[in-house]
T-cell receptor, first 112, second 113 residues
């Protein structure tokens, strides 16, 4: 079974800082990895999808990288803003199963 | 539709009752997923449909849970004899085939008293 871990569980930073969120997984045989944000009481919003053949994806101030061999992905947020405050979740789609495994998320607070 | 929709947004029921939760995926999306999310946790996979058939239902916790997607579009998650431990947010997602980018609905918050 795929195990997905996100560290740290919570992070508080001042506005303007660059930050990195981590996602690790135990089985490197994956289709893809997807990063989401979740606002309190809301559903998940897709941020970036990285296919297993890719090393990174970028969207605006967000950059996600994937290192399958080490079982890691990072989400880099540049010049953080208070509006970035949310919980960030990663989900891994493994080859052997028709399902996605989620981490528990990193709760980010960007202070004005 | 413009996005994935789920109804109701909130459902309060008594222990032992039957509930149905509905998911309307993005038009044209063949893959549909149900997840359950408890407070402070990531979503936990329940079941995945490809078209009308359940391709993987290994995440359903027991036989009180059942889901259908009779016409390959709207799906209903059915829970019989609800228990307090079933209280959670039930999330639905769809994608253009598997395992492409998933798009989530806002969820249904189920509370079993």
């Amino acid at each position: 079974k795929q195990e997905v871990t996100q560290i740290p569980a919570a992070l508080s930073v001042p506005e303007g800082e660059n930050l990195v969120l981590n996602c690790s997984f135990t089985d490197s045989a994956i289709y893809n990895l997807q990063w989401f944000r979740q606002d309190p009481g809301k559903g998940l919003t897709s941020l970036l999808l990285i296919q297993s053949s890719q090393r990174e994806q970028t969207s605006g101030r967000l950059n996600a990288s994937l290192d399958k061999s080490s079982g890691r992905s990072t989400l880099y947020i540049a010049a953080s803003q208070p509006g970035d405050s949310a919980t960030y979740l990663c989900a891994v789609g493994p080859y052997n199963f028709n399902k996605f495994y989620f981490g528990s998320g990193t709760k980010l607070n960007v202070k004005p | 539709g413009a996005g994935v929709s789920q109804t109701p947004s909130n459902k309060v029921t008594e222990k032992g009752k039957y509930v149905e939760l509905r998911c309307d995926p993005i038009s044209g999306h063949t893959a549909l997923y149900w997840y359950r999310q408890s407070l402070g946790q990531g979503p936990e996979f329940l079941i995945y449909f490809q078209g009308t058939g359940a391709a993987d239902d290994s995440g359903l916790p027991n036989d009180r849970f059942f889901a259908v997607r009779p016409e390959g579009s709207v799906s209903t998650l059915k829970i019989q004899r609800t228990e307090r431990g079933d209280s959670a947010v039930y999330l639905c997602a769809s994608s253009l085939g598997f395992p492409n980018e998933q798009f989530f609905g806002p969820g249904t918050r189920l509370t079993v008293l």
